[in-house]
């Protein structure tokens, strides 16, 4: 063999021996990280996750309940200004947003109740408006569950990761919109809307995240009023519903939804809530049951 390859050939053997022998070492020793919950004080997002794992939401409830708190930092959103938090578990981490502000309701009955219902800013909103989405199969309320952190009880939702706020897209004049087809989920967050009385959807608690094409609806907690009305900004919309979505609203009953929702609304609240349905459901049949909108 000539020299040249012969020389060629050794030091790929050495370089093979050499990767394998890095490869046992670093697989003998076992890795062991330290995992300490730091206030972070930049109201930027930070790097520690660029992509949320992929996992399914049965998995996702789950990280955020039993995930150990690794980071938590201060944001501007919203008044209540909640935290955005970090979870680790099994070497992966995701991001959160954390909301420990709830209105006190003092009294226990009555129209004075209501009042304070129909006015509170309530954690356990959020809570409600996801179990609520499940039950529709909706899906585009994220991940959100309560939970206890740093002796502070709250509301726990998954951080919407790669997603585009649609304040921003507004301001920026972006074509963000026009890469997928949006509408009928539009229509589908009017109606939920209409269902638990959010009269406090704004450019800033709509996401979007262009990979899967979706429309995410965050902020709740100003939601659930005992009203038997729809917010008075959809009060002259036309309703839009698939006869699958209007089969699972015509489906909604107090148990279904006590079982689900009891522990964070209310009596009154599911009531007002069937109510509106009612209304949802009535007001799409007669206007000839119109199908979503195309998209």
Known sequence: MPNVLKAAFDSKIFSCLFLLALYQLFASTPFKAEIKAEKVTTDTQTDLVSKTPAINSLQMKDFLETGTLVSFEDTELGITQPQRITLAKNNLQIRAIFKSFSTKIKITKGRSRTKQLN?????????????????????????????TINNNEGAVQAWVENSIVLKDIYESKSTALE???FKKQQAMMDVFDILIHND?????????????????????SRAFRIKNTAPRNLKSITIRLSEEFAKKLNNLDYHIIHKHLGDFITRSQIRSLLYRRDLILNHWEKSGKLDFLAG
């Open 200 to 220: 406090d959807r704004n450019l800033g608690n709509v996401l979007y995240t262009l990979e899967d094409c979706k429309l995410w609806m965050i902020d709740h």
């Open 179 to 181: 890469v997928c087809p």
């Open 119 to 147: 006015s509170a800013d309530r954690f356990e909103n959020d809570a409600a408006a996801y179990h609520l989405d499940q039950i529709l199969e909706m899906n585009m309320v994220p991940t959100t569950i309560i939970r």
